[in-house]
């Protein structure tokens, strides 16, 4: 028997993020921390793309899991050899990952709404990159837990 289900949103205190000229690509989500113990590296959230949107291109430097909970996740990963493997995740999809790996997320036609659980043994979630890779901002447990959100922009 399938089971309908849609995740209540309206209580969540979401930070709205945006590109900048500096991108070349749609950037365009809403992050809303639902909890975190700092001192064990740990970090829930949730984020949402309007049809289309992407998040910055960065690297994951935590463990990761990922539940879709509505919509579509395109997960654009960049091998050790330059080459793009393009995934998609559809709403129910859950994921592990360990970290490490560069990549871009963009919702689908209809938007997406995702599940993050991080846990990290130093703190730092994850860097946001250029496209060569270099790092332009590091995120930390602690920065987000404390509210602390520009450190993905």
């Not at 900048?20 to 064990?40: C, H, K, M, T, W």
């Not at 949730?46 to 690297?59: E, L, V």
Request: aromatic share 12%; charged share 20%.
């Amino acid at each position: 028997m399938a089971a309908s289900f849609k995740f209540d949103t309206a209580k969540l205190n979401w930070v709205h993020f945006e590109g900048s000229p500096r991108f070349d690509y749609p950037i365009n989500y809403d992050l809303a921390i639902l909890g975190s113990q700092v001192e064990i590296g740990a970090l829930d959230f949730i984020m949402r793309w309007p049809p289309n949107s992407f998040c910055h291109f960065h690297r994951h430097l935590a463990a990761t899991t990922t539940l879709v909970l509505e919509g579509e996740q395109n997960l654009f990963e960049t091998n050790d050899d330059g080459a793009t493997t393009h995934t998609i995740r559809k709403a129910g999809d859950y994921a592990r990952s360990s970290g490490g790996d560069v990549h871009m997320e963009r919702a689908g036609k209809n938007g997406a709404l995702v599940f993050f659980g991080m846990q990290s043994r130093d703190g730092r979630l994850f860097e946001t990159l250029d496209e060569t890779h270099n790092v332009l901002a590091t995120v930390t447990v602690e920065d987000w837990a404390a509210g602390r959100m520009a450190g993905a922009r």
